[in-house]
């Protein structure tokens, strides 16, 4: 029977993966998507990061602070995408 881990992996690198993923999927949903549509496909991208978020916390296999750190996951995932809808936003607003 094998002991317990004497030093756990870091659990930083999934909360940024998923903030990361997030910022792909908004720029990817800015260039692909009708600017009448993107409201809603924003909406998608936010939940496919919490299932993402979800596996990813669940995959480390510890218990300690996974409220937390999916909590943090997401609340990234929602600043970046608040973020890039908010240029898109700026971006329609600019003529040209």
Request: charged share 10%; hydrophobic share 55%; no cysteine.
């Given at each position: 029977m094998p002991g317990p881990e004497l030093a756990p992996r870091r659990t930083v690198g999934g909360v940024i993966a998923v903030w990361v993923v997030a910022a792909l999927a908004g720029i990817a949903i800015?260039?692909?998507?009708?600017?009448?549509?993107?409201?809603?496909?924003?909406?998608?991208?936010?939940?496919?990061?919490?299932?993402?978020?979800?596996?990813?916390?669940?995959?480390?296999?510890?218990?300690?602070?996974?409220?937390?750190?999916?909590?943090?996951?997401?609340?990234?995932?929602?600043?970046v995408l608040g973020v890039i809808s908010a240029g898109f936003g700026l971006a329609a607003i600019v003529p040209g």
């Open positions: 800015g260039i692909f998507v009708p600017a009448d549509d993107r409201a809603a496909w924003l909406t998608v991208g936010l939940g496919a990061t919490l299932v993402l978020a979800f596996s990813i916390q669940l995959s480390y296999g510890r218990s300690q602070q996974f409220v937390e750190r999916v909590a943090a996951s997401v609340l990234g995932a929602l600043v």
